[in-house]
């Protein structure tokens, strides 16, 4: 997976897309940190830790902080079904 691209967009923001890079993952951990891109500028990373959970229903969470290059830190949590 190392170098793999997915996007995101933010809801009722703007239209752009921002493409995630991967730039690493640990699968023993969870830790994961993705790079951030906006018109093929970098703008941040996310860093957090993906777990799968088991319960009723099979899931994905991804958490953890998104540092951008201008200084701002945003927790996140992602959920994924």
């Known amino acids: 997976m190392e170098g793999a691209t997915g996007y995101y967009q933010f809801e009722g923001k703007d239209n752009a897309k921002r493409t995630l890079k991967l730039k690493?993952?640990?699968?023993?951990?969870?830790?994961?940190?993705?790079?951030?891109?906006?018109?093929?500028?970098?703008?941040?990373k996310f860093v957090g830790k993906n777990e799968i959970i088991t319960s009723e229903h099979v899931g994905n969470i991804y958490s953890g902080r998104f540092l951008s290059v201008k200084g701002i830190k945003l927790d996140f949590y992602l959920y994924v079904d």
């Not at 640990?26 to 790079?35: F, K, R, W, Y």
Request: aromatic share 14%; charged share 25%.
């Open 24 to 44: 690493s993952y640990d699968e023993s951990s969870g830790h994961c940190e993705l790079g951030a891109y906006l018109r093929g500028k970098y703008i941040g």
